[in-house]
């Protein structure tokens, strides 16, 4: 699998209900950020966090991070229809001081 | 909130065409970025500038492609002689030059569309 890739591929879930998205990927990292998409427009950066953190929390969102697992998770807590889109990690490697590689995302659809 | 703003939203084009994307980064950054998104798939890394010069390029970023920063505020993706697999969606992203400001900022996009 390639670098940044998140499961599952798509989510339905009734609003109130939480989010899990998890992202995995191959390299060492030096951060790892996470992006909202809606549908055909720009990308909205959520949250970023570093290789030497382990969590960390913006208003409804969640985010954990285990460097020896190569993983991330992102949780969307009491969701709303509003929170349907796309969701992509991005990671950016000691390799490299300037591009994010992105994985496929998944598609959280939020019933409301 | 400050934001990168692109042009045109969407631009349909002849194949063999030079195209011309425009973007106007968040002003007090120093990094900035293309990438692209073809319907479906990843965002994928174009190219990355800083100090007036290409920092690092994808080896999507063929001789058809070229950025510039002609002045103090825009940025700008070319491509040469569009093909059409290069329809996709154009992003234009900046971050400080701040240790700590790793966060990259997307813009709304630029929709390509080659016929």
């Known amino acids: 699998s390639q670098q940044g890739e998140e499961d599952p591929q798509a989510l339905s879930i009734q609003e109130g209900e939480n989010a899990t998205m998890n992202c995995s990927y191959k390299?060492?990292?030096?951060?790892l950020q996470w992006y909202r998409q809606n549908s055909g427009r720009g990308l909205v950066h959520l949250i970023l966090?570093?290789?030497?953190?382990r969590e960390k929390h913006s208003g409804r969102l969640r985010v954990t991070l285990d460097t020896s697992k190569k993983s991330s998770s992102l949780l969307i807590t009491a969701s709303r229809a509003a929170d349907t889109a796309s969701y992509f990690c991005a990671t950016k490697s000691g390799g490299s001081n300037y591009k994010l590689t992105f994985g496929k995302g998944t598609l959280l659809t939020v019933n409301p | 909130e400050p934001e990168v703003t692109q042009t045109p939203s969407h631009q349909v084009t002849q194949m063999g065409q030079e195209v011309i994307l425009r973007c106007v980064p968040i002003?007090?950054?120093?990094?900035f970025y293309w990438y692209r998104q073809i319907l479906g798939q990843k965002v994928e890394f174009l190219v990355s500038?800083?100090?007036?010069?290409?920092?690092?390029k994808s080896e999507i970023f063929d001789d058809q492609f070229s950025v510039e920063r002609p002045d103090g505020s825009n940025f700008t993706l070319k491509i040469r002689s569009t093909k059409l697999e290069d329809s996709a969606m154009y992003f234009c992203a900046s971050k400080t030059g701040t240790e700590s400001g790793n966060t990259i900022y997307f813009g709304e996009g630029s929709w390509l569309t080659v016929v």
């Open positions: 966090i570093r290789s030497n953190e």
């Open positions: 500038f800083y100090n007036n010069e290409i920092s690092e």
């Open positions: 390299t060492s990292i030096n951060n």
């Open positions: 002003s007090n950054h120093l990094y």
